[in-house]
């Protein structure tokens, strides 16, 4: 299984910017997706998550700012951010895991991150 992230960026803080993973070596409809971030000095945090069957969960500190969105006919899971703040700092990475419970905490298959960095 390999996810490929980009879309990464230098976006000042009320920009927006939309990542893209591609998967590939899986059977993508039947996994569900979501997106993590690790800032600098900070533990991972779990940022968005789809399920297979389409539905979504975002961490509050995202809610109504980012939306993610998969297209199980290009295997790509997207995540649009919007309204950026400097908090959103961090390395963002696509994951992937057959079980929903298992995405949201420690998901089998990790992409190599791509770098948002949101100045203010």
Same mark, same amino acid.
């Given at each position: 299984?390999? &996810?490929?992230?980009?879309?990464? !960026? &230098?976006? $000042?803080? !009320?920009?927006?910017?939309? &990542? ?82 298992? &995405? ?10 791509? $770098? ?5």
């Amino acid at each position: 299984v390999q &996810l490929q992230a980009c879309g990464g !960026g &230098l976006v $000042q803080a !009320g920009g927006s910017l939309r &990542l893209s993973c591609a998967a590939s070596g899986l059977t993508f409809g039947s996994y569900h997706m979501g997106w993590y971030r690790q800032a600098p000095g900070k533990e991972r945090e779990l940022v968005a998550t789809i399920s297979s069957a389409g539905r979504t969960y975002y961490a509050d500190a995202v809610k109504g700012r980012f939306t993610i969105s998969r297209d199980n006919a290009k295997n790509t899971v997207d995540l649009q951010m919007i309204s950026l703040k400097p908090e959103d700092t961090a390395i963002y990475y696509c994951t992937a895991d057959t079980i929903y419970s298992s &995405l949201m905490k420690s998901p089998r298959y990790w992409g190599q991150g791509t $770098q948002v960095t949101v100045s203010s």
